[in-house]
């Protein structure tokens, strides 16, 4: 029987394309395939790159492992584009990609299957450093979906959500398989892939930092004639890295939020279907570079917000609980416990911070779009924004080059939204430059991504070489160091640069 994919529970069964079948459990016999043999480590030092100061351990990444077994698959699935609440987790992302969050607060299979002492130790081991995921549900198991969307043009949402989930759902992996699949895609040459890098349609996702410091992705589809779908790292030299796209159930660990990298489309392949499951390491006092900057554009923040709150929290209480028995059975200098306050301090308003209503999030997405909103803070950094700046200013009336400079140095910076609480960082960022603090420029924490540094070093260039000078450190800039880029596109826009779709 053939029909639409409905589910709806009626005890321990579910309705399933027209069929009653048995609720699924998860059970680590059957659904893991987990090997005892290590999986190949890359270090920062393998790609000759300096390991940043944000990276919990020496691992860059991961060759492609075996994690999930073949019978699992159309379970995940199933369990993933469940039409029961799909409407509730899916974002379309562009012609080619839907996303899928928040699976796990929906199905006790996929959050069971992701959360299994087993798969917590081959994750960690895979990263070097003991691992915990950030985070309730809504980063367990997130969801690329490769698929060609402009198939359902005219559909309206419910009948494409449904047409989706049938589609991915059906044929091969509507059945439980056994057997062996491969680990990983055969890699391509660094040329071939180079050509997709600087080519057309050959991104799934553009170069970027992950929002958390370690990712765990797995591969959903079938892989027999797949070809690319290279996760791609630049070396330290500027040549290009490939790390394999893993094979049905296999999965690939990525200290991403520590390693600039971009997803290349895999082809030969009807879906590419990839869970990507997100970590912090566990070690209690360890600085968490977490941002969810990138991801509050395709997410329901009003999940989001909660839990963000509620991980950050989790963690401040165990630092300072950590602190609390030290000073109890230990001397602590009045000096370190002060540096201990700042940095929670720091860390409490940057998770503050990251809570950007859900009115500017929207009006800034519908302005540029999600794709282009991954390429702002860059497009701010290397002044390509300003080529087109007006020539003259629309709140002072200065008649000249409209630049960095002009933004931190106008009249009128002080009057945008004065209540915002990233003025509180900017006005200690403003302290410590013009102290000559370079080293202490964004605190205990803010300045330790790679992407949030460039900010800074792309200031303290400027100076160097006189476009700018030493204090005229603005608001504009403060926002892109923070990661804060709807209030950054916001402030542009009142001095007429408008960045569109």
Same mark, same amino acid.
């Given at each position: ?137 809504? #980063?367990? *198991?997130?969801?690329? =979906?490769? &698929?060609?969307? !402009?198939?359902? +043009? ?7 959500? /449904? ?13 439980? #398989?056994? *057997?062996?699949?491969? =680990?990983? &895609?055969?890699? !391509?040459?660094? +040329? ?7 080519? /057309? ?301």
């Amino acid at each position: 029987m053939k029909g639409p994919c409905t589910f709806s529970c009626h005890g321990s069964t579910e309705i399933y394309a027209g069929h009653e079948v048995p609720e699924v459990k998860f059970n680590p016999e059957k659904h893991l395939n987990i090997s005892s043999t290590p999986p190949t480590q890359i270090t920062f030092k393998d790609l000759s790159l300096p390991r940043p100061a944000s990276a919990a351990s020496p691992v860059a990444g991961s060759a492609p492992f075996p994690l999930f077994s073949p019978a699992a698959i159309p379970l995940l699935r199933k369990e993933l584009l469940n039409p029961a609440y799909l409407d509730k987790t899916a974002t379309p992302f562009s012609n080619h990609n839907l996303i899928v969050r928040n699976t796990a607060a929906h199905s006790l299979f996929f959050k069971d299957i992701w959360t299994h002492p087993d798969v917590m130790r081959a994750v960690s081991q895979a990263a070097g450093v003991e691992l915990e995921i950030v985070m309730e549900t809504i #980063e367990i *198991g997130h969801a690329n =979906v490769q &698929v060609d969307m !402009r198939r359902y +043009e005219g559909l309206e949402r419910a009948d494409m959500l /449904e047409r989706v989930s049938e589609e991915l759902t059906s044929g091969k992996f509507g059945e439980v #398989e056994s *057997g062996r699949v491969r =680990v990983e &895609v055969e890699k !391509r040459s660094e +040329e071939e892939m180079s050509k997709e890098v600087n080519g /057309e349609g050959g991104l799934i996702v553009p170069w970027h930092y992950d929002s958390y410091p370690f990712v765990c992705v797995v591969m959903l589809s079938d892989t027999t004639n797949m070809v690319g779908g290279e996760t791609v790292i630049k070396r330290g030299d500027g040549s290009l890295f490939g790390i394999s796209q893993p094979g049905t159930g296999s999965a690939a660990l990525l200290q991403g939020g520590s390693v600039q990298h971009l997803a290349l489309t895999a082809k030969n392949s009807p879906d590419r279907v990839t869970l990507v499951t997100s970590y912090r390491a566990k070690a209690v006092g360890l600085w968490d570079v977490s941002f969810i900057t990138n991801v509050r554009p395709y997410t329901d923040l009003s999940i989001l917000y909660p839990q963000w709150s509620a991980y950050r929290l989790q963690v401040l209480s165990q630092n300072t609980t950590a602190m609390t028995r030290r000073l109890a059975t230990s001397t602590v200098t009045p000096t370190e416990f002060q540096s201990f306050m700042r940095k929670q301090e720091d860390y409490i308003r940057t998770t503050a911070n990251q809570i950007v209503p859900a009115s500017t999030v929207s009006a800034a997405i519908a302005q540029v779009g999600v794709s282009q909103f991954y390429h702002i803070l860059e497009l701010y950094t290397s002044d390509q924004m300003f080529t087109a700046a007006p020539r003259e200013c629309p709140q002072c009336g200065h008649r000249g080059k409209l630049d960095k400079q002009h933004l931190a140095a106008c009249e009128s910076m002080r009057t945008w939204r004065p209540e915002l609480e990233a003025w509180v960082s900017f006005e200690e960022s403003l302290k410590a430059i013009r102290s000559g603090g370079q080293g202490i420029l964004g605190g205990a924490g803010a300045g330790t991504r790679p992407d949030l540094e460039a900010v800074v070093r792309s200031f303290w260039w400027d100076v160097e070489v006189g476009l700018r000078q030493g204090g005229d450190w603005g608001i504009a800039d403060e926002l892109a160091r923070l990661g804060l880029t709807e209030y950054l596109i916001e402030y542009l826009g009142m001095f007429g640069i408008v960045i569109q779709k």
